[in-house]
């Protein structure tokens, strides 16, 4: 118990650090499939935290609102992103479609847990009307990142 406390701790004070204690054990790679879905949670929940503490400013200036909510989950998806294909040594174009579309519908999956069936009733069409399409900018991301990444490793420089 002592150890998660400690653990807990160095989370809050120093992300990066856990983050990559998380992804890396020694020489070994992490389960790709434990890392790409705990990104994606990542990329899902710190976009709705944000929404939570921001929330007022829907009522107020809706606009501003919804400005907001698409820069802050590219810079996670950019993060993430980066994080994830710079572990790789080949196969960015593959890793980079696989990462958006997985991230994407875990986060439509995850909103419809919240949004249609949980505490924040929104009907399925209000929903599929102005949620996923913010969403689609998570593909796109990946999709270029694993493109770039792929292109420029067979360079030699």
Not at 48 to 61: D, E, G, K, T, W
Not at 134 to 148: R, S, V
């Given at each position: 118990?002592?150890s998660?406390g400690?653990?807990?701790?160095r989370?809050?004070v120093?992300?990066?650090?856990?983050?990559?204690?998380i992804?890396?054990?020694?020489?070994?790679?992490?389960?790709?499939?434990?890392?790409?879905?705990l990104?994606?949670f990542f990329?899902w929940l710190?976009?709705?935290i944000?929404?939570i503490?921001?929330?007022?400013?829907?009522?107020?200036?809706?606009?501003l609102?919804?400005s907001i909510?698409p820069?802050?989950i590219?810079?996670?998806?950019v993060?993430?992103?980066?994080?994830?294909l710079?572990?790789?040594?080949s196969?960015?174009?593959?890793?980079g479609?696989?990462i958006?579309?997985a991230?994407?519908?875990m986060s439509i999956?995850l909103?419809l847990l919240i949004?249609?069936?949980g505490p924040i009733?929104?009907?399925?069409?209000?929903y599929a009307?102005?949620?996923?399409?913010?969403?689609?900018?998570?593909?796109?991301?990946?999709?270029?990142f694993?493109?770039l990444m792929?292109?420029?490793?067979?360079?030699?420089?």
């Amino acid at each position: 118990m002592r150890s998660c406390g400690k653990y807990l701790y160095r989370a809050i004070v120093d992300p990066g650090e856990i983050l990559g204690q998380i992804c890396w054990t020694g020489e070994r790679k992490m389960n790709m499939y434990l890392k790409v879905g705990l990104f994606g949670f990542f990329i899902w929940l710190i976009p709705f935290i944000v929404s939570i503490l921001i929330f007022p400013l829907r009522a107020m200036q809706r606009t501003l609102f919804e400005s907001i909510m698409p820069v802050v989950i590219a810079i996670w998806t950019v993060f993430f992103a980066v994080f994830y294909l710079l572990g790789l040594k080949s196969g960015f174009q593959k890793e980079g479609i696989v990462i958006g579309m997985a991230w994407f519908f875990m986060s439509i999956f995850l909103d419809l847990l919240i949004y249609v069936e949980g505490p924040i009733k929104m009907s399925l069409r209000d929903y599929a009307m102005d949620v996923p399409v913010t969403y689609l900018m998570i593909p796109t991301i990946t999709f270029g990142f694993g493109y770039l990444m792929e292109k420029y490793s067979s360079r030699s420089w």
